[in-house]
């Protein structure tokens, strides 16, 4: 239902800072939030942090707390993901993805940027 498409990812020195953003288009209208994701090499997919769409409540997952941010533009319906302090662990594939009105889940998804943090 909602397309979306991520940016921003890149290689980045331990310690530095990146930012993702992810734009949507289609029926925006019924996001209830907006979520980001990783997959690191060889591992399943992690929840990075989400975002209420229309009080931008947030949530972060422990092992990004303190370093990762999630802010969301709703004029431009697009949501970023501000990281710094990056360590190796964090290199992953960065996925966003939308909950919509009456779901349990998050249902549409961008095709991914790579964000990787040499050692």
């Known amino acids: 239902q909602v397309q979306l498409e991520e940016a921003g990812g890149g290689l980045v020195q331990v310690g530095g800072s990146l930012r993702l953003s992810c734009a949507a288009s289609g029926r925006t209208f019924s996001t209830f939030a907006m979520g980001w994701f990783r997959r690191p090499p060889g591992k399943g997919s992690e929840f990075v942090g989400s975002?209420?769409?229309?009080?931008?409540?947030?949530y972060y997952a422990n092992a990004v707390k303190g370093r990762f941010a999630i802010s969301r533009d709703k004029a431009k319906n697009t949501m970023y993901l501000q990281m710094n302090s990056l360590k190796p662990e964090d290199t992953a594939v960065y996925y966003c993805?939308?909950?919509?009105?009456?779901?349990?889940?998050?249902?549409?998804w961008g095709q991914g940027t790579q964000v990787t943090v040499s050692s």
């Open positions: 975002i209420i769409w229309m009080d931008g409540s947030t």
């Open positions: 993805a939308t909950q919509e009105e009456s779901t349990d889940a998050f249902g549409s």
